[in-house]
């Protein structure tokens, strides 16, 4: 009874530990993206920035990159990205999980490629990817955009991080 008793306290101790990091690390992530926004850089160094920032902090984002709606065409421009070069520098509204993502307006959380139709494949390596739109005045005017090697690594912390970083994006336009 009493062994029970400690294995619970101590489960407790490690469940609060854990999330506290977490919650220490989400903010500090948070501090960085805004230094970065705040900074005398153009917009586009800045974007540059966030994008080198988020795929060095976190290990499993292997390409993490911005891109727009391009002018008045329904359909989104690569904008800074880091990772492997692309050759998917235009993409139509409606086309793929970021064309998917101009036209509904809402994150998308891919845990494993292989189970979507529409999707536009950026390399074999890629597993996982994760959308979410940039909003000025209600209107979404773009998207980050991160493809990982794994396979399901994405959260609810992934969702918090990139739409604060999508918030801040959206203060240079
Ligand atoms: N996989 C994306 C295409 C862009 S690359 O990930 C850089 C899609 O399906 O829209």
Request: aromatic content about 12%; glycine content about 6%; proline content about 2%.
């Amino acid at each position: 009874m009493l062994f029970h008793k400690e294995f619970g306290l101590i489960l407790l101790f490690i469940i609060l530990i854990h999330k506290y990091r977490k919650n220490v690390n989400i903010e500090n992530l948070k501090k960085s993206v805004d230094t970065i926004i705040n900074s005398t850089k153009t917009i586009s160094e800045k974007q540059q920035a966030i994008c080198d920032f988020l795929e060095n902090e976190i290990s499993y984002y292997d390409w993490v990159g911005f891109y727009f709606k391009n002018g008045d065409k329904n359909e989104l421009k690569l904008a800074e990205y880091t990772g492997e070069e692309t050759e998917h520098t235009i993409i139509p509204f409606g086309k793929g999980i970021c064309g998917q993502v101009a036209v509904s307006n809402e994150n998308f959380v891919v845990q494993d490629v292989s189970e979507q139709t529409n999707y536009i494949s950026c390399g074999w390596k890629v597993k996982s990817e994760i959308v979410i739109p940039i909003f000025v005045n209600n209107e979404n005017i773009g998207q980050i955009d991160i493809d990982s090697h794994t396979t399901n690594p994405f959260t609810k912390d992934d969702e918090e991080i990139l739409e604060f970083v999508c918030s801040k994006i959206a203060t240079l336009y």
